[in-house]
């Protein structure tokens, strides 16, 4: 397993919840702490990793365990594998606002996509966990009809788009 909370702001929360798990698991446990005051007890860490060790993580763990930032998210989905997310919440002081929470929530939908929005959630996520083979994997393209849709927008000149937008057309 691997657990990132990424480069930007600590999570000791999800740190300290993935280790008392750790304390009486049988699973090998890697994580990227970032500047968390937790020391973990229980799993292999490094406060940084550099982003080529993170995607080697990202994409041949059994499962990834991570905040709700949307470069883990997007590697992990594009690998089909399972991830599990807590996202940080502003009102503990984890980040500034809760667009972590409002990320997951708009993104649970995603094949292998799992919320925790609390440890317990999280314990009962990891406690069934079983790997699994892959899902249906998230394309690391823009689909064919968005980028024509995008070209198409993009051919039309801008007063023509701007009359379309008012309904009249010249």
Known sequence: M??????????DRLIAAVDRWAATADADVFAQTGSASYVPEHMAWKRIITGTEANDWIRTADLVVAHAGMGTILTRCETGLPIIVMPRRAELGEHRNEHQSATAKRLAHLPGLTVAENEVELFNQLRGFT????????????????????????????????????????
Do not use: C, Y
């Open 2 to 11: 691997f657990v990132t909370v990424g480069t930007q702001l600590p999570f």
């Open 131 to 170: 790997p699994l083979a892959t899902t249906r994997r998230m394309e690391a393209v823009a689909s064919p009809m968005l980028l024509a849709a995008i070209s198409e927008f993009i051919a039309v000149p801008r007063h023509a788009a701007a009359n379309m937008n008012k309904g009249t057309t010249q």
